[in-house]
């Protein structure tokens, strides 16, 4: 009997022992959550040298985030702060904080500088959590980088030091939304995201994050401003009710190859373009009655794809294809395609009366159909085309050498993908064509719609911590879309930029 009573006391204490065990790891787990927070960040500055007219605080538009030529420049100073949602500890975050002179270019409209009204400083703000569904699904919701393109904004993580055209012109950087990500199984994952627009989160003063200047459906009155508006937000994305939705399916193949397919849709537009009854009930009443935007007319949609190839250890090749399709009232609206935009309003006041179509040539080159006029609805879809082929070799752990090819196809727009155009607002001698339409208040932007960029990175990594890039890059395309030394204009440019990033 004294056994049966002392195994059931030592029972009891051993029952006791092992809950305050527990009871103590969980503490111990709360208390040191802070332990899985990883910190990381860099430095990042380079010396910028193309062969343009442009140096010092004179901004060279002919680049993309590398706009201040001749010169030393801190590209970005960047702070990191996040915790996984795993399995194990359910929850997360993510904050990036970033400065430098490369900022500007990440919010809508881009070059918004010295605003206080922004939040360009920080780029990334998040929260996550993870739920466990098949091989787990993770949820994130807040400010965070694009999910398409194939290069990312820091440029330590690319295989050129400058972004490259197709990026930069074809994509957004930042939203503002939602994305859940499930692995379904260890080679398959997918992803759904919803964000506010799909032309990026940016400050919005006086409606010129979607080139709506002045117009009260979009911001501001015209003479107003959003920054002493008590209507308008000064900050925000995602004009109307309806969001933009993307997805992602990624398929490792093998070790050696994987695939990815990115989309992203969406309607940026309050106002459509008028139909034929509402133009003329508008006017016999004295007013225009706008037509609400609708998604099967108005809308931008991205068709993104990545094939990523990596033969041997040392070697990875990536092809990377993008469509983009424009239709409806996203023509009219397309932030950074035409200069100033080609609105209705302006066609009508310099062809009153008078039906597109009778002016076809100039205004097809414009971007408009054979069957758009003023009166119509515009279901005219404008297509481009990027095409990107980027190669890595690592010779050894100190050296690689990398490449970058790219080819922008927007000729059947019309106008140029390139959101900083080096002849931006200037028309070339030789332009006729760029002349007459100008004449009539049509002119799209400074080229024929496509251009080439090659690049040739040599990349050096002195120490685990302190990495060297050097981006012997050449940019050309038709015409004479650029400038040279002198403020010519030129069918080409060159550059060489050394950037060094310091990471920890």
Same mark, same amino acid.
């Given at each position: 009997?004294?056994?049966?009573?002392?195994?059931?006391?030592?029972?009891?204490?051993?029952?006791?022992?092992?809950?305050?065990?527990?009871?103590?790891?969980?503490?111990?787990?709360?208390?040191?959550?802070?332990?899985?927070?990883?910190?990381?960040?860099?430095?990042?500055?380079?010396?910028? !040298?193309?062969? /343009?007219?442009? @140096? +010092?605080?004179?901004?060279?538009?002919? =680049?993309?985030?590398?706009? &201040? $030529?001749?010169?030393?420049?801190?590209?970005?100073?960047?702070?990191?702060?996040?915790?996984?949602?795993?399995?194990?500890?359910?929850?997360?975050?993510?904050?990036?904080?970033?400065?430098?002179?490369?900022?500007?270019?990440?919010?809508?409209?881009?070059?918004?500088?010295?605003?206080?009204?922004?939040?360009?400083?920080?780029?990334?703000?998040?929260?996550?959590?993870?739920?466990?569904?098949?091989?787990?699904?993770?949820?994130?919701?807040?400010?965070?980088?694009?999910?398409?393109?194939?290069?990312?904004?820091?440029?330590?993580?690319?295989?050129?030091?400058?972004?490259?055209?197709?990026?930069?012109?074809?994509?957004?950087?930042?939203?503002?939304?939602?994305?859940?990500?499930?692995?379904?199984?260890?080679?398959?994952?997918?992803?759904? !995201?919803?964000? /506010?627009?799909? @032309? +990026?989160?940016?400050?919005?003063?006086? =409606?010129?994050?979607?080139? &709506? $200047?002045?117009?009260?459906?979009?911001?501001?009155?015209?003479?107003?401003?959003?920054?002493?508006?008590?209507?308008?937000?000064?900050?925000?994305?995602?004009?109307?009710?309806?969001?933009?939705?993307?997805?992602?399916?990624?398929?490792?193949?093998?070790?050696?190859?994987?695939?990815?397919?990115?989309?992203?849709?969406?309607?940026?537009?309050?106002?459509?373009?008028?139909?034929?009854?509402?133009?003329?009930?508008?006017?016999?009443?004295?007013?225009?009655?706008?037509?609400?935007?609708?998604?099967?007319?108005?809308?931008?949609?991205?068709?993104?794809?990545?094939?990523?190839?990596?033969?041997?250890?040392?070697?990875?090749?990536?092809?990377?294809?993008?469509?983009?399709?424009?239709?409806?009232?996203?023509?009219?609206?397309?932030?950074? !395609?035409?200069?100033?935009?080609?609105?209705?309003?302006?066609?009508?006041?310099?062809?009153?009366?008078?039906?597109?179509?009778?002016?076809?040539?100039?205004?097809?080159?414009?971007?408009?159909?054979?069957?758009?006029?003023?009166?119509?609805?515009?279901?005219?879809?404008?297509?481009?085309?990027?095409?990107?082929?980027?190669?890595?070799?690592?010779?050894?752990?100190?050296?690689?050498?990398?490449?970058?090819?790219?080819?922008?196809?927007?000729?059947?727009?019309?106008?140029?993908?390139?959101?900083?155009?080096?002849?931006?607002?200037?028309?070339?001698?030789?332009?006729?064509?760029?002349?007459?339409?100008?004449?009539?208040?049509?002119?799209?932007?400074?080229?024929?719609?496509?251009?080439?960029?090659?690049?040739?990175?040599?990349?050096?990594?002195?120490?685990?911590?302190?990495?060297?890039?050097?981006?012997?890059?050449?940019?050309?395309?038709?015409?004479?879309?650029?400038?040279?030394?002198?403020?010519?204009?030129?069918?080409?440019?060159?550059?060489?930029?050394?950037?060094?990033?310091?990471?920890?």
């Amino acid at each position: 009997m004294r056994n049966k009573y002392t195994l059931l006391a030592t029972t009891v204490v051993i029952l006791f022992s092992q809950t305050s065990i527990f009871s103590q790891d969980k503490k111990e787990k709360e208390k040191s959550w802070y332990d899985l927070v990883n910190f990381s960040g860099y430095v990042d500055v380079y010396y910028n !040298y193309t062969t /343009n007219n442009r @140096q +010092g605080a004179t901004q060279d538009t002919a =680049g993309t985030f590398h706009t &201040y $030529n001749k010169q030393f420049a801190v590209n970005a100073v960047k702070l990191s702060m996040e915790k996984i949602a795993d399995k194990e500890s359910p929850w997360g975050f993510r904050l990036d904080m970033q400065n430098g002179q490369n900022n500007m270019y990440q919010e809508r409209p881009y070059q918004t500088t010295n605003s206080i009204y922004n939040m360009q400083l920080l780029q990334q703000a998040y929260v996550s959590a993870y739920f466990n569904v098949l091989k787990g699904l993770t949820v994130d919701v807040g400010k965070m980088a694009t999910h398409i393109g194939l290069e990312l904004l820091d440029s330590k993580d690319n295989i050129a030091y400058t972004i490259g055209y197709v990026f930069f012109n074809t994509i957004p950087f930042i939203h503002t939304g939602a994305r859940a990500n499930l692995q379904v199984t260890e080679k398959l994952s997918t992803s759904l !995201y919803v964000y /506010n627009s799909a @032309q +990026g989160t940016g400050y919005t003063g006086n =409606g010129q994050q979607f080139f &709506y $200047n002045g117009t009260t459906v979009y911001g501001d009155a015209a003479n107003g401003t959003s920054l002493t508006s008590t209507q308008q937000h000064a900050y925000g994305d995602g004009p109307n009710p309806t969001r933009a939705v993307g997805t992602q399916v990624k398929y490792e193949f093998s070790d050696k190859f994987t695939a990815v397919w990115n989309t992203l849709t969406a309607n940026d537009n309050i106002q459509g373009r008028a139909n034929n009854a509402t133009f003329y009930t508008g006017n016999l009443a004295g007013t225009t009655i706008p037509k609400q935007s609708r998604y099967n007319n108005d809308h931008w949609m991205l068709q993104n794809v990545i094939l990523i190839f990596k033969p041997t250890d040392k070697l990875t090749t990536i092809f990377d294809y993008t469509y983009g399709e424009r239709a409806g009232q996203t023509n009219l609206a397309a932030a950074g !395609y035409e200069a100033g935009g080609i609105t209705r309003q302006k066609l009508m006041d310099n062809m009153p009366g008078v039906a597109i179509a009778e002016f076809e040539p100039g205004l097809v080159a414009a971007g408009f159909g054979n069957s758009t006029n003023l009166t119509r609805e515009n279901k005219v879809k404008r297509v481009y085309q990027t095409y990107q082929i980027q190669a890595k070799y690592q010779f050894t752990d100190m050296f690689a050498l990398g490449v970058r090819a790219e080819y922008l196809d927007d000729k059947r727009y019309g106008g140029s993908l390139v959101v900083n155009s080096p002849l931006f607002a200037l028309t070339p001698v030789d332009r006729y064509d760029l002349k007459w339409q100008e004449n009539i208040g049509a002119r799209p932007a400074t080229n024929y719609g496509q251009i080439k960029t090659f690049t040739l990175t040599p990349t050096i990594n002195l120490t685990e911590n302190l990495q060297v890039k050097i981006d012997l890059r050449r940019d050309w395309g038709p015409g004479q879309q650029f400038v040279d030394l002198a403020g010519r204009p030129a069918s080409h440019q060159n550059g060489i930029i050394v950037g060094a990033v310091a990471k920890f």
